[in-house]
């Protein structure tokens, strides 16, 4: 079974401080990887995704890939108030031999930025 | 991004009742859909894949004669719960795939809640 694990916090930080969300995946094997903001009654929206050991920034995101570790993270820089969310980290999964996908989420870490 | 839709946003139903559910995309040609849901303060739990014209393949413990997706055709997936039960009750949020694997967009969701 893979899987997909993060602290399910929540995790408060001030507003301006940098909030760091980490994720651990069982798969040794998997590339692709993702991070996803929730509010909370709406559906995912996809806000990074990385392939390559190292960092990747975009704007005030950072994620963060371990593949030795098995270890993938999302700083928020400059945290906002409109950053409080559930964040999921995920993995995608390519199985079988049709090459089909799928994608593992893992529980998500739940955001407080307070004003 | 592709702009998704779901119909409806939000239903509750009579308990045995048949609920459809629409997730349609305006400007997108999906290859693959794929259909969660989410229980409150969990994460997604993917129920099946389909892929358009085919079958839909269902993840361990989904039960596919009660869950019954149809993939019409690369803009329209529907998935219909059957003889609902209050444990049904849950966001029920689709997501297309186009052949790449950063082309993928979620659904906005749908509130069922069975009585």
């Known amino acids: 079974q893979k899987e997909v694990e993060q602290n399910s916090g929540p995790l408060s930080v001030p507003e301006g401080a940098i909030a760091s969300l980490n994720c651990t995946y069982s798969?040794?094997?998997?590339?692709?990887f993702f991070w996803y903001r929730q509010y909370s009654g709406k559906s995912p929206e996809l806000i990074m995704s990385?392939?390559?050991?190292g960092d990747k920034e975009d704007g005030r995101f950072t994620a963060q890939l371990n593949k030795a570790s098995q270890y993938v993270s999302l700083l928020i820089r400059d945290s906002q108030p409109s950053d409080s969310a559930t964040y999921l980290c995920?993995?995608?999964?390519?199985?079988?031999?049709?090459?089909?996908?799928?994608?593992?989420f893992g529980a998500g870490t739940r955001l407080f930025v307070k004003a | 991004g592709a702009v998704v839709s779901q119909h409806p946003s939000r239903v509750i139903c009579k308990s045995g009742t048949s609920v459809k559910i629409e997730c349609r995309s305006l400007d997108f040609q999906a290859t693959t859909m794929f259909w969660y849901r989410q229980f409150p303060k969990q994460s997604l739990m993917l129920m099946a894949t389909s892929n358009e014209g085919s079958k839909a393949t269902y993840e361990q413990g989904v039960e596919k004669d009660k869950f019954l997706i149809n993939h019409a055709s690369l803009t329209l997936s529907t998935l219909t719960v059957t003889s609902a039960h209050p444990e049904d009750s849950s966001f029920y949020i689709c997501k297309l795939a186009g052949g790449r694997i950063d082309t993928q967009y979620f659904g906005p969701g749908t509130r069922l809640t069975v009585l």
């Open positions: 798969d040794r094997g998997s590339q692709s």
């Open positions: 990385i392939y390559s050991n």
């Open positions: 995920a993995v995608l999964d390519i199985s079988g031999n049709t090459g089909g996908f799928k994608t593992i």
